[in-house]
């Protein structure tokens, strides 16, 4: 019997023909920037942003924390959603690594607007914390795989630029919104200062994220990624996963995001299901009502062995990925009306 397992995107393995890719890699000494493969990876995903250069790094904990180490410093803030990853996610090391404060945002599921960044940019006053930085994430995870739109972006880069602000994106899925949007990640270049892609969720990587931004700011990020411990060697292995995932994982996102809506759509007919958040990409969260607890609905799940997260009092969430067979998801929608 197969274990079906929704708790992250990140729980893929590698396919024979990724394995195969990685067998095949030409390495060498990353930190000596004479891995090959690594260059490859990065000068890759560059072009594919619009970006100048880029950095490979064991994960997006990683590479978000590097961008903002790079971009803030003491006595400066950085204006996120409160359910960004960075503040939410990464145990703090805003603070810890930056000595940076942080300013909240309550967008919605996620999203913050124009106005709401510019009603908590700092005036200039010796009070205050110096504004420095906008991060946005996308998808945003916590608000259930939504996602912004070009044009959501390219007002919030029109504002930061007139602030004088950088703007950092978190694109942990930005391949899910981009194959949900239609849009080209070729223009993401014009409006971000930095961008942190992970191949290791939807992308099925086994490891990897790749920071993006201009020739200085990848300079500058490499030596934050040594002090971090996160300069490897012949890791051109695991970039190669990262490649084969470029080129022939972007498109099947569809697949993952046509399962969750299914599941979204079986949700909203059981008696167990107050709401759920409206399916974007691939993620869906939903909140029980009083016939379960989180607790008791994950363990109802796993008597069917299927793996799901709880998300908080009440809250379950699931996420699709390329190890979800079709024999799955059938099993998946069948237990969920069966509940
Ligand atoms: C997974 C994720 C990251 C990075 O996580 P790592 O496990 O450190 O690679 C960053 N942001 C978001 C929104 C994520 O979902």
Known sequence: MFITDLRSDTVTKPT???LQAMFAAQVGDDVYEEDPTINALEAKAAAMFGMEAGLFCPSGTMTNQIAIKVHTGPLTEVICDVTAHIYQYEGGGIASNSYASVAL???LRGKMTPEQIEGNIRPDNLHHPITKLVALENTCNKGGGSYYTIDEIA??????????????LDG???????VASSEDAKNYGLYFDSIS??????????????????????????RVRKVFGGGM?????????????LDNHIDRLAEDQRKAKQME??????DYVESVLPVETNIVIFKLNSKYTDNSFLEALAKHNIRASGFGPGMIRFVTHLDITDEMQEHTLKVLKSL
């Open 16 to 18: 024979p023909e990724m």
């Open 105 to 107: 945002v309550n967008g």
């Open 155 to 168: 007002a919030i880069s029109k504002l930061c630029k007139r602030e004088n602000l950088a703007l950092h």
């Open 172 to 178: 942990a899925r930005v391949f899910n919104a981009l």
């Open 197 to 222: 892609v992970c191949l290791s969720k939807g992308l099925g990587a086994p490891v990897g994220s790749v920071l993006l931004g201009s020739k200085d700011f990848i300079k500058k990020s490499r």
């Open 233 to 245: 060697r012949q890791a051109g292995y695991l970039a190669a996963a990262c490649i084969y995932a």
């Open 265 to 270: 759509e079986v949700l909203l007919q059981t």
